[in-house]
């Protein structure tokens, strides 16, 4: 399978936990990035990578989420002290930088209780 | 970035050609526009992209206004496997690196 994978697929989580997601994107794609996207929401911008440099963060992103991209392969997204806001699902994409598509992953549901 | 907005819902039948509208009457010059659909516990897929002209690809074929206000985006015959939630977002071809989704369309084909 050549396509965009992720890890977990599901996560519960207690309030005031940290949780890592992994996103492996398509081997050959130098872009990276992340959505978040909750029910009835199309997906929200979150933050992306060329190669391993992060070049662009949302608003959304608060102190607590980090992403990381360290041989500008994978990447992981940790939250940090969750909160139930933080429900929701959290959509990796790839893409070569010359060209407009990005392909999904099929996310990770996170569910804070 | 420039908005989009597009119906809540649509219905088709099965193998009858589908025409969900766009409108996005702030686009600048440099802005693309491209669709996604999301099939039901999937991550979005990309479906088509233009910028000024209509442009088709095995998926689907897209309609470009002459005034670039609004795009229709045209499935030729609708199959149960199209049933999603079609999104239209607008990326500027210089700056923009990521997509900015609306809630986009529901479509439901039916049998």
């Known amino acids: 399978d050549t396509g965009v994978s992720q890890n977990p697929r599901h996560k519960i989580t207690k309030r005031g936990q940290n949780v890592t997601f992994r996103c492996d994107p398509i081997?050959?794609?130098?872009?990276l990035y992340w959505y978040r996207q909750t029910l009835g929401q199309g997906p929200e911008f979150l933050t992306y990578f060329q190669n391993e440099a992060q070049l662009e963060k949302s608003r959304l992103l608060s102190d607590r989420f980090s992403a990381e991209r360290p041989k500008g392969s994978f990447s992981t997204l940790e939250i940090q002290r969750t909160e139930q806001g933080d429900s929701a699902m959290y959509l990796c994409?790839?893409?070569?930088?010359?060209?407009?598509?990005?392909?999904f992953g099929p996310g990770t549901r996170l569910t804070v209780t | 970035d420039a908005k989009t907005t597009q119906p809540n819902s649509m219905e088709s039948n099965e193998e009858e050609p589908v025409h969900l509208p766009c409108n996005h009457s702030?686009?600048?010059?440099?802005?693309?526009i491209h669709w996604y659909r999301q099939l039901p516990s999937q991550g979005p897929e990309y479906v088509i992209h233009?910028?000024?002209s209509n442009v088709n690809n095995r998926m689907a074929s897209l309609a470009i206004a002459e005034d670039r206000k609004s795009s229709t985006l045209i499935l030729h015959r609708a199959t149960l496997r199209d049933a999603a939630v079609y999104y239209c977002i607008l990326r500027d071809g210089n700056y923009g690196q990521n997509f900015v989704f609306g809630p986009g369309t529901r479509l439901s084909v039916l049998p």
């Open positions: 702030t686009i600048s010059g440099t802005d693309y």
């Open positions: 994409a790839s893409s070569l930088a010359y060209l407009p598509e990005q392909y």
């Open positions: 081997s050959e794609h130098n872009r």
């Open positions: 233009g910028l000024t």
